[in-house]
């Protein structure tokens, strides 16, 4: 920048002063001229005019030949200045005399003349000595030029000295106007300097006068400020571009890039650095699908190309790519620059080349499997079927093509299996439906029908396969079974209605003698105690106990039985209400002798609140009872929510169940421990799980032995 500065500088005070020198010069050079010319002609006039004198005086000594007189008067030209040489030559040609007298005569001329000239840095002169008319001789004169060269000498250094004068004078003017005339020049050298160097557009020139430079500093910065606000678009543009994930490349007409964006780097592998520049299709190794020629008449043609090509990546990759091309065109209408846009699509490609594949295995398989075979396009319109659909329909696929299958499908049953498979389709979950398909000899048969959705590699639905199986068999042996099966259950109805009448019968005439026995053993026991020995006693508690037993078993089955036939009807239980009841209800479920821990709020359920009781009353029994000898029974009921059910826990610290047991335990009879060591008839769980599944729920435990029992129980939620 110094140098510039300098140069500039030194190139407007050089113009200045050049100038002052050559006008001083041209000036000194006319003077000069002039004074020479003027000095001649005042020199020739003067010869002129001594020649005349002169040779009007020696024409009568020449006449006579008096060489004596004629020597005196050329001795006359001593009084002339820088006369150097004189002499008179006779009408032959030969000096008559001379001056002056030490003059060696071999130095004048050999013949005499005409005319006046300078020669040899003298002025010589020849005049005619005319007498009446004619020449009777010549007269020579030479006179020195000396005193001009002085004079000039002492022109040129006074011109010399002006001239210094005036080049130190122009200097130091020039050195005041090259200040105000090169500083906005040097102030804009410098703004463009540091604008080029940083590129940074914010930077602005100083204006420093108001006058043409002041106003090329105003268009100088405006043209900044226009060059920063499209700097920032392209800028902002670029930072756009890089964070496309496609390949934006930008080529010039001659196919060298000049644009080259993250994404392209990220595609190709080349950085911006090592593609700039570069040949586009020497780069990538572009193939194309058709003739190269064949694209670029196209860009030419509409201004844009797109299709599919195939690229190579720096590591050597050969990668499939969509693109799209876009001509811009320059000011003149003519191509200038090429805007690229391409896609990696070599994982796609792959995908649709695997799906073609599979698409042939499934079109092969379709032709050979027992099942009428179908494919759609994902907006559901069948676009293939296999040969054992047309053999069955007898259709061709003109016919088929689309949602032609309507055609050959059961007609009440039309809109709602396509209702129902339209739905599918939006959501591209898989399909099912049964319904009847025509066959080519008019008769419809029965088609369980499956469809699923096939995804590529992103899990867009790009084809559904379809089969249909003939059930016809199978519909009618299940319809002939579904009549069996109704007759039969008719026929158990009838018979579990009988034997639950029985049961009940049965279970409520034994009570009768029952009561009688255990009515008669009590008297004895305390009647006849003082006479009955020990023994007797004894027996007496046997028989009591078990008729307490049967009485419970008896209790037990009318609960069933009642649980098993009785109507229900299901509505809002408050848990916290009815456990808390039955906690009071039951002393054997407060401490002391136990303690129940319930985790409220819990939550109401829908159920049947005499069955609901009866559960409760029975798991909470066996938790309190079935506990290791002098352990205090600990049991905490809980409840969480789910969705639109509630699971009810009962925990206990007990003996805990072998998992093996856990069918066994909700059968009729199926106690896995003996009644001896814990009572009971076997049947408490039997009835929990039959109220539970007529309350639409479920039961079950998880348990382990020696680690306590955990008994749930899930209805809906209120």
């Known amino acids: 920048?110094?140098?510039?500065?300098?140069?500039?500088?030194?190139?407007?005070?050089?113009?200045?002063?050049?100038?002052?020198?050559?006008?001083?010069?041209?000036?000194?050079?006319?003077?000069?001229?002039?004074?020479?010319?003027?000095?001649?002609?005042?020199?020739?006039?003067?010869?002129?005019?001594?020649?005349?004198?002169?040779?009007?005086?020696?024409?009568?000594?020449?006449?006579?030949?008096?060489?004596?007189?004629?020597?005196?008067?050329?001795?006359?030209?001593?009084?002339?200045?820088?006369?150097?040489?004189?002499?008179?030559?006779?009408?032959?040609?030969?000096?008559?005399?001379?001056?002056?007298?030490?003059?060696?005569?071999?130095?004048?001329?050999?013949?005499p003349g005409s005319g006046s000239w300078i020669q040899d840095g003298s002025m010589i002169s020849f005049v005619s000595v005319l007498q009446e008319g004619k020449t009777v001789g010549t007269l020579y004169l030479r006179v020195s030029l000396k005193a001009m060269y002085e004079r000039l000498a002492r022109y040129g250094t006074i011109v010399a000295v002006v001239l210094c004068g005036s080049i130190a004078g122009a200097f130091a003017l020039s050195t005041v106007l090259q200040k105000r005339i090169s500083g906005p020049i040097l102030a804009l050298s410098q703004a463009a300097q540091k604008v080029a160097e940083r590129a940074d557009y914010s930077i602005r020139a100083p204006k420093l006068t108001q006058d043409e430079l002041g106003t090329l500093t105003d268009n100088f910065n405006q043209m900044l400020v226009e060059t920063q606000e499209h700097h920032s678009r392209l800028t902002e543009q670029a930072r756009l571009l890089d964070l496309s994930n496609d390949a934006i490349?930008?080529?010039?007409?001659?196919?060298?890039?000049?644009?080259?964006?993250?994404?392209?780097?990220?595609?190709?592998?080349?950085?911006?650095?090592?593609?700039?520049?570069?040949v586009k299709e020497e780069l990538l190794k572009t193939e194309y699908p058709f003739p190269r020629a064949q694209v670029f008449e196209t860009l030419n043609r509409e201004g844009r190309w797109q299709g599919e090509l195939v690229q190579t990546r720096k590591d050597g990759a050969r990668i499939h790519v969509s693109t799209r091309w876009a001509l811009d065109r320059g000011p003149d209408g003519k191509p200038a620059n090429v805007l690229i846009s391409d896609n990696d699509i070599t994982e796609q490609k792959k995908a649709e080349e695997a799906l073609r594949e599979n698409?042939?295995?499934?079109?092969?398989?379709?032709?050979?499997?027992?099942?009428?075979?179908?494919?759609?396009?994902?907006?559901?319109?069948?676009?293939?079927?296999?040969?054992?659909?047309?053999?069955?329909?007898?259709?061709?696929?003109?016919?088929?093509?689309?949602?032609?299958?309507?055609?050959?499908?059961?007609?009440?049953?039309?809109?709602?299996?396509?209702?129902?498979?339209?739905?599918?389709?939006?959501?591209?979950?898989?399909?099912?439906?049964?319904?009847?398909?025509?066959?080519?000899?008019?008769?419809?048969?029965?088609?369980?029908?499956?469809?699923?959705?096939?995804?590529?590699?992103?899990?867009?639905?790009?084809?559904?396969?379809?089969?249909?199986?003939?059930?016809?068999?199978?519909?009618?042996?299940?319809?002939?079974?579904?009549?069996?099966?109704?007759?039969?259950?008719?026929?158990?109805?009838?018979?579990?209605?009988?034997?639950?009448?029985?049961?009940?019968?049965?279970?409520?005439?034994?009570?009768?003698?029952?009561?009688?026995?255990?009515?008669?053993?009590?008297?004895?026991?305390?009647?006849?105690?003082?006479?009955?020995?020990?023994?007797?006693?004894?027996?007496?508690?046997?028989?009591?106990?078990?008729?307490?037993?049967?009485?419970?078993?008896?209790?037990?089955?009318?609960?069933?039985?009642?649980?098993?036939?009785?109507?229900?009807?299901?509505h809002r239980v408050d848990l916290d209400r009815l456990i808390g009841e039955i906690l009071l209800s039951h002393p054997e479920l407060q401490l002391p002798r136990a303690e129940v821990i319930v985790e409220k709020p819990l939550p109401a359920v829908l159920g049947h609140e005499a069955y609901l009781t009866q559960c409760v009353t029975n798991l909470l029994g066996n938790a309190?009872?079935?506990?290791?000898?002098?352990?205090?029974?600990?049991?905490?009921?809980?409840?969480?929510?789910?969705?639109?059910?509630?699971?009810?826990?009962?925990?206990?610290?007990?003996?805990?169940?072998?998992?093996?047991?856990?069918?066994?335990?909700?059968?009729?009879?199926?106690?896995?421990?003996?009644?001896?060591?814990?009572?009971?008839?076997?049947?408490?769980?039997?009835?929990?799980?039959?109220?539970?599944?007529?309350?639409?729920?479920e039961v079950g435990v998880e348990s382990e032995v020696g680690q306590g029992s955990r008994f749930w129980i899930v209805l809906e939620k209120a």
Request: aromatic share 10%; charged share 25%.
């Open 624 to 697: 309190a009872k079935f506990v290791r000898t002098g352990e205090i029974p600990r049991i905490c009921i809980r409840a969480e929510e789910l969705g639109q059910k509630v699971r009810v826990w009962f925990e206990d610290n007990g003996i805990g169940i072998d998992p093996a047991h856990f069918g066994r335990i909700f059968e009729i009879f199926g106690q896995v421990y003996g009644e001896k060591k814990f009572g009971g008839t076997g049947i408490g769980l039997a009835i929990v799980r039959k109220a539970v599944h007529r309350m639409n729920g």
């Open 359 to 570: 698409e042939q295995r499934f079109r092969a398989l379709g032709d050979n499997i027992p099942q009428l075979a179908w494919m759609t396009d994902p907006s559901g319109g069948i676009f293939w079927y296999n040969k054992r659909w047309y053999d069955y329909t007898g259709t061709t696929f003109e016919e088929m093509k689309g949602w032609g299958w309507s055609k050959v499908h059961q007609p009440n049953r039309l809109a709602a299996v396509t209702a129902k498979w339209k739905e599918h389709l939006k959501r591209g979950e898989n399909w099912e439906d049964t319904f009847q398909l025509r066959g080519k000899d008019g008769q419809f048969r029965w088609f369980l029908s499956r469809a699923f959705p096939i995804r590529n590699s992103q899990g867009h639905i790009v084809r559904w396969f379809g089969t249909n199986t003939d059930i016809t068999e199978q519909k009618m042996s299940e319809e002939q079974l579904e009549r069996m099966v109704s007759e039969r259950t008719l026929k158990l109805q009838d018979t579990i209605g009988e034997l639950e009448a029985f049961s009940y019968s049965v279970s409520h005439d034994m009570r009768s003698p029952l009561r009688a026995m255990q009515g008669y053993a009590k008297a004895l026991q305390e009647d006849y105690k003082v006479v009955l020995d020990e023994t007797a006693q004894n027996y007496l508690q046997r028989i009591q106990n078990a008729s307490n037993r049967l009485d419970l078993l008896i209790q037990d089955v009318l609960a069933y039985s009642k649980v098993a036939k009785g109507e229900i009807d299901l």
């Open 249 to 278: 490349i930008v080529r010039e007409t001659n196919d060298r890039i000049v644009y080259w964006n993250r994404g392209a780097t990220e595609i190709y592998g080349w950085a911006k650095e090592e593609a700039v520049g570069k």
């Open 1 to 111: 920048m110094a140098n510039r500065q300098d140069s500039i500088k030194n190139r407007i005070r050089a113009v200045m002063v050049l100038a002052c020198v050559i006008v001083l010069t041209a000036t000194a050079a006319a003077f000069a001229i002039y004074e020479v010319s003027s000095f001649k002609g005042e020199l020739t006039r003067h010869l002129s005019t001594i020649g005349a004198v002169i040779a009007d005086n020696v024409r009568t000594p020449l006449s006579f030949e008096n060489e004596e007189n004629a020597e005196e008067i050329l001795a006359a030209l001593k009084a002339e200045p820088g006369m150097e040489a004189s002499a008179v030559y006779d009408k032959e040609g030969n000096v008559f005399v001379f001056y002056p007298p030490s003059l060696q005569k071999d130095l004048l001329p050999t013949h």
